[in-house]
């Protein structure tokens, strides 16, 4: 309901129990492009990981505020590719998981 009423406040702002076009497209067009998908948070870790298929908690510490950085290394799962490095991190599937796309 809340939600409900923050959407209601911004397409119908002078609350006549009407929508404009305008204004819902308006709406739809910020909603959709203020969200991330995981290919958007993945491109955002390789650029990080300089174009590595992992990425080291070092490498976090040094790029993310240090809250965000011991989130990532504490939920994201060894990297085991045949590249992999010790303490590698698995980026990919972390992103992937964070928008439902798999299973993890």
């Known amino acids: 309901e809340i939600d409900f009423q923050r959407i209601l406040s911004i397409v119908d702002p002078n609350a006549s129990g009407y929508v404009q076009f305008d204004c819902f497209l308006d709406f739809m067009t910020r909603e959709s492009t203020d969200v991330d998908t995981a290919e958007q948070v993945i ?28 989130y990532c290394i504490q939920r994201m799962q060894q990297y085991s590719g045949i590249d992999a490095v010790s303490g590698a991190l698995d980026y990919m599937s972390f992103s992937t998981a964070l928008y439902g796309e798999s299973d993890l």
């Open 43 to 70: 491109d955002s870790f390789r650029i990080l990981a300089a174009d590595k298929p992992y990425i080291l908690p070092e490498e976090l510490r040094r790029e993310l505020p240090p809250d965000q950085a011991e």
